[in-house]
């Protein structure tokens, strides 16, 4: 076996071990006992998996905060996946002015710590509109701030596919929706489930705005709840907390685990090509 192909496993293995063994160490901590979790080992001695249930009976909120995560990341995903198919199809292969203007614009947004930058006008809006402490309103300001990349994404995709195929469709008399629905979307499905995952992970994973604009804990999506529970619920214990965190990433981990190949050949197929 040639020597650089044994360093380049080497380095892989090494970087996936970085990512994996934090979870698989706060996954052990989660069934540890609580006099084991303070000892110096990894392993546990007994196995104990009685957290899990005690911080789904101590935080009341926690399954109306679960789906406030669903709901919130679903809608995220369906929307922002929506604007973005139309927005890539409408730049690639529609005549429309100031094309390149709208491209430029999205592509300087993705620069910008918008979160940050945009948050007193997010929170004015949303104020406005009647949306604090309404776990639903958070779709919007997701949507705004993941759309950006989203139709850079599928902009890509749809730069991949030949010209002379939509031709051919308008041809035989397609208009752009049927060339959309029923010529070109079966072609980029595997960009589309990019960037499902990137919305998924952006919106599941989301704190700054969901801290600030939600006040009520009935209100809060996962991460605000995992902060909470580290911090202003009281002392928790270790294990506990380590239950309330796999709980929190389990879905997203799942979620990729089933997508991951089609995530991979939407990345090869063009979904990051400029």
């Not at 430029?104 to 104020?127: C, E, K, N, Y």
Request: proline content about 5%; overall charge positive; some cysteine.
């Amino acid at each position: 076996m040639p020597v650089w192909t044994i360093v380049r496993h080497a380095v892989l293995i090494f970087f996936c071990a970085l990512v994996i063994f934090p979870i698989l160490w706060v996954l052990l901590l989660s069934i540890k006992s609580l006099p084991d979790a303070y000892q110096n080992h990894i392993w546990p001695n007994a196995f104990d998996f009685s957290h899990y249930g005690y911080a789904w009976d101590k935080i009341p909120t926690l399954r109306q905060n679960y789906w406030n995560s669903i709901f919130v990341t679903t809608m995220t995903v369906i929307v922002t996946t929506i604007i973005a198919t139309l927005a890539g199809y409408g730049l690639v292969f529609l005549r429309a002015p100031g094309k390149a203007i709208v491209i430029a614009l999205f592509v300087a947004s993705m620069f910008f710590p918008t979160r940050v930058t945009a948050f007193i006008g997010i929170f004015q809006m949303q104020d406005q509109l009647g949306l604090i402490n309404q776990a639903w309103g958070l779709v919007f300001p997701y949507t705004a701030l993941s759309v950006a990349i989203s139709v850079f994404v599928m902009r890509g995709v749809f730069q991949t596919i030949p010209r002379d195929l939509v031709d051919s469709g308008r041809m035989d008399g397609a208009g752009p929706m049927r060339l959309l629905l029923g010529i070109l979307l079966p072609l980029v499905r595997n960009g589309i489930v990019v960037v499902i995952i990137i919305n998924f992970v952006t919106a599941w994973g989301e704190y700054l705005l969901a801290s600030r604009l939600m006040n009520e804990q009935g209100q809060w999506t996962l991460p605000v709840v995992l902060a909470s529970a580290s911090g202003g619920m009281g002392a928790w214990a270790w294990p506990r907390l380590a239950a309330v965190y796999i709980m929190a990433i389990t879905p997203g981990l799942l979620f990729f685990g089933i997508t991951q190949r089609w995530y991979m050949r939407g990345l090869q197929e063009g979904a990051l090509k400029a």
